[in-house]
């Protein structure tokens, strides 16, 4: 079936370092992924998406492009910022709405 | 103001109590879902709605069930509660895309101990 994996956290990063997230899927077919933002104490808020090999979804900063070839959907970063402390959920869902998530990136950014 | 709406946010029963977690949304979403998050575990899904009137399990649905009476509400009650069952546990609502695409927004959650 259809699964996510992502790296384990969590990562801890400096103010303005650089940032890269793991994730690769396991799909058939040509499944549309996703990365959620969760900040503490709240639901997940959706950040970016990509629906088809090749295509770059961006939002606030972060980036993520989807290939096909390593089935990943790496989220990165340029420059951190403490506010970017949170949890990072890559998602992917087939042909219905069901969204599955991995287990989730623990995020710190310390000043 | 426009969202989903969880209540109770915080939740201690006994093992054998029964109880439903609330939520509602306002945005005239037709897909609607339950999950619950645990550590290490990440968002594992219980139940999800297609439409109202229509239910389907998820990944873990036992211990529990759902209804859809209406578009706005989609109840998930805890019929006998065990410790496994302690865990947060949120509600996500979304425009049907057939693929996701809608885009889920997401309940500020409810914190379930079972004791």
């Known amino acids: 079936g259809n699964s996510v994996t992502q790296m384990e956290g969590p990562v801890t990063l400096s103010e303005e370092a650089f940032l890269t997230i793991n994730c690769t899927y396991t799909?058939?077919?040509?499944?549309?992924l996703f990365w959620y933002v969760q900040y503490p104490g709240e639901g997940l808020q959706l950040l970016l998406k990509?629906?088809?090999?090749?295509d770059k979804g961006s939002n606030k900063g972060f980036e993520a492009t989807y290939r096909k070839e390593t089935t990943s959907f790496h989220l990165e970063k340029g420059s951190v910022q403490v506010s970017d402390s949170a949890v990072y959920f890559c998602?992917?869902?087939?042909?219905?709405?069901?969204?599955?998530f991995g287990t989730g990136t623990r995020l710190q950014v310390f000043p | 103001n426009a969202g989903v709406t969880q209540t109770p946010k915080f939740q201690v029963l006994k093992t054998g109590q029964s109880m439903t977690l609330q939520c509602a949304q306002d945005?005239?979403?037709?897909?609607m879902s339950w999950y619950r998050q645990d550590p290490g575990m990440g968002l594992r899904l219980i139940h999800y709605?297609?439409?109202?009137?229509?239910?389907d399990q998820g990944e873990v649905p036992n211990g529990y069930n759902v209804s859809r009476s209406t578009t706005e509400d989609f109840p998930l009650r805890l019929l006998s509660a065990a410790p496994s069952q302690t865990s947060v546990y949120f509600c996500?609502?979304?425009?049907?895309?057939?693929?996701?695409?809608?885009?889920?927004?997401f309940g500020s959650g409810t914190r379930l101990t079972v004791v």
């Open positions: 945005m005239n979403h037709e897909y």
């Open positions: 990509a629906t088809k090999a090749d």
């Open positions: 799909a058939t077919g040509y499944p549309s």
């Open positions: 996500a609502s979304s425009f049907p895309s057939g693929r996701g695409l809608g885009g889920y927004t």
């Open positions: 709605s297609v439409g109202a009137g229509i239910t």
């Open positions: 998602a992917l869902s087939g042909n219905t709405d069901k969204l599955i």
